[in-house]
């Protein structure tokens, strides 16, 4: 009786066991089954790609329609330029750039402002003809810049479309910019090559028959141009110029160069306000420490302008300013590049007082200038 009520114990306490452990499995069973999945699509979007894809895809159609339509209406602003007139209508016939002297230009005005080069459009108060939308317009070269190779030119033409002048000071390596000209000859009118920013304040020296000259602050771009481009504009993908299109590199391939906006938009602001511009000056040649590098002469221009000759009969030439001066600043403003100057002075009126900030044997003076007129 003894073992039979003992085993019984033990059957009961298995089963105890058992009900215990299936209560337990149930309930864990109860507890995972009702565990809420908060956002289940979160962690799908967050990690598989082609949901990101989709919206960047579509973000590029957008843009590319954007970048189309853009480049339509930049184009509208870009001009025909020739020394030479023709027989036909347009100075942009079939013929070669060389043959015609054709160049590019940009409207900067609504009554007839044309920016362009200074070897494209001939020095000031030269006659160059101008291609507009098939018509042509005698013009007159009211502003020009040889040392830089920009000029301005006036065409008797109302209610013109002026292109958006961008910001040059801020451009980056690598971004994208694109080149419009009018190469060869009709044609190619209105060509747009695309490019990155290869370099920024380069210096190139040009040789001339025994003339030699630099032009320095330039935009290297690997956007194709070609001759007839020059003039033209180089734009970013807002559409604004951020630089105009000067020379390349005949012997190697995706090397050309702009010259940068910013130098020459006081120029454009004052004729556009005034109808006019009077250049003031310094009375110095100089020239900066990217010069100075072809020059072998960069331990004096680290930073800053290297007077190079004070010229006689000059406002200046009664100052103290001397031959191997450093123009560190003019007016507060710090001066690394020629072009930085040449902006400054442009802003400015023949009889202003400017304050130069130089570095003569190591020591800094200050030494105020007026502005003479040219």
């Not at 039979?4 to 109860?30: D, E, H, M, P, S």
Request: include cysteine.
């Amino acid at each position: 009786m003894k073992k039979r009520a003992k085993y019984r114990a033990k059957l009961v306490i298995a089963f105890l066991w058992i009900g215990l452990i299936g209560i337990t499995i149930y309930n864990l069973y109860t507890m995972y089954i009702n565990i809420e999945i908060k956002n289940p699509n979160y962690e799908t979007k967050k990690l598989v790609a082609s949901a990101n894809n989709i919206e960047n895809f579509e973000n590029s159609d957008r843009y590319n329609e954007t970048q189309e339509d853009m480049l339509e209406n930049v184009i509208e602003s870009v001009v025909g330029i020739s020394r030479l007139t023709s027989t036909g209508g347009s100075i942009l016939n079939n013929v070669s750039a060389e043959d015609l002297g054709i160049g590019t230009g940009i409207v900067v005005s609504e009554d007839g402002y044309i920016l362009s080069n200074t070897h494209v459009t001939g020095d000031k108060f030269s006659i160059c003809y101008v291609t507009i939308d098939e018509n042509v317009y005698k013009g007159t070269v009211v502003f020009s810049e040889p040392d830089l190779d920009l000029s301005i030119v006036k065409v008797n033409a109302k209610n013109l479309k002026p292109l958006a002048l961008g910001d040059s000071s801020n451009i980056k390596i690598g971004r994208q910019v694109f080149a419009i000209g009018n190469p060869i000859g009709y044609e190619f009118k209105r060509t747009v090559t695309a490019g990155i920013i290869s370099a920024i304040n380069r210096t190139i020296k040009i040789e001339d028959g025994e003339n030699v000259s630099y032009i320095s602050d330039l935009i290297q771009t690997d956007a194709t141009i070609n001759p007839g481009n020059s003039g033209g504009p180089l734009v970013n993908n807002k559409g604004e110029v951020i630089g105009i299109n000067t020379v390349k590199i005949t012997s190697a391939e995706g090397i050309g160069f702009a010259i940068p906006i910013n130098v020459i938009k006081p120029v454009i602001k004052k004729i556009r306000e005034n109808g006019k511009f009077e250049k003031a000056t310094l009375g110095i040649y100089a020239y900066d420490g990217e010069v100075a590098e072809y020059m072998n002469l960069k331990n004096k221009t680290a930073s800053g302008i290297y007077v190079s000759q004070v010229l006689l009969n000059s406002t200046t030439s009664n100052t103290d300013l001397k031959v191997g001066d450093i123009i560190k600043s003019i007016d507060g403003k710090k001066l690394n590049t020629i072009n930085d100057l040449r902006e400054y002075l442009y802003s400015k009126e023949p009889g202003n007082e400017v304050v130069l900030k130089i570095l003569r044997n190591e020591k800094e003076k200050e030494i105020i200038v007026v502005l003479g007129k040219n």
